[in-house]
């Protein structure tokens, strides 16, 4: 597993999109407002890298074009934010990318470091939440 752990606009979310092809909402402030787990999973059997997003209130995953992606996870985002009452979801958001192009692994985006305000322990939880497992290895 690979984490990203840095302060909010610090290109992040960027980086994940240059490893796996997924394109993540980006903007300046807080973008990544819960923990977006990407599942990445190498096929020979597709043709082209499939990407699936799954659905916080069903469960179910759904597929989606690449380009659709970031509002996708985007609504996700205010679906779990709008249920927690909290700048920062404790819920992650769950996206598999399977294809030739991708690698085996699993990548985590998390929210930037909020150092002062709303959302500063939610976000310091989150992160300790995800750095702490011994396999993985944090940017």
């Known amino acids: 597993q ?4 840095g302060d909010q606009s610090s290109g992040k ?13 980006v903007n300046s ?21 499939v990407y699936e997003l799954r659905d916080p209130q069903d469960g179910e ?10 509002t996708a ?16 979801a404790r819920e992650e958001i769950l996206v598999r990318a399977t294809g030739p192009k991708q690698m085996d ?9 909020i150092h002062n305000g709303d959302g500063k322990e939610e976000t310091r939880e989150l992160i300790e ?4 497992k011994k396999e993985t290895l944090i940017l």
């Open 73 to 88: 996870i985007t609504k996700a985002q205010n679906a779990l934010l709008a249920t927690s009452g909290t700048k920062i």
């Open 2 to 5: 690979l984490v990203v752990v």
């Open 105 to 113: 692994g699993q990548l985590v985006d998390l929210p930037g470091i």
């Open 129 to 132: 939440k995800y750095i702490k």
């Open 13 to 25: 979310s960027s980086l994940l999109t240059r490893l796996t092809g997924v394109h993540f909402p």
């Open 29 to 49: 402030g807080t973008c990544t407002k819960a923990a977006i787990v990407v599942q990445c999973c190498h096929s020979e059997t597709h043709r082209h890298d």
């Open 61 to 70: 995953y759904h597929p989606y074009a690449l380009d659709a992606l970031p």
